[in-house]
């Protein structure tokens, strides 16, 4: 399992995002361990495409499995980005 995520984590890197999202998918739907990882893999794919609330929603499940994962950041990560352009929003 460990090398499946590492390869589906080179995919996202490599830009291939909608390879690895259904990859993902198909390991949520398994429900094969470490689930918060593969969410977390997910949110990050989904951030690639700017799918903004997908990614939070996946980094979401993945706190909520693993209050340690590196998703927390990511959501926060992802909130300020989002707060930020939704401010510049008001100030032409």
Request: net charge negative.
């Amino acid at each position: 399992m460990d090398d499946e995520l590492t390869s589906i984590k080179e995919l996202v890197d490599r830009g291939e995002v909608a390879r690895a999202i259904r990859l993902l998918d198909d390991l949520v739907t398994v429900g094969v361990p470490p689930l918060d990882e593969a969410y977390y893999l997910r949110g990050n794919a989904y951030r690639k495409q700017g799918n903004w609330q997908q990614a939070l929603n996946n980094y979401q499940h993945a706190i909520e499995i693993n209050p340690q994962s590196p998703a927390d950041q990511a959501r926060r990560m992802v909130m300020d980005i989002l707060n930020f352009y939704n401010k510049d929003i008001y100030n032409p």
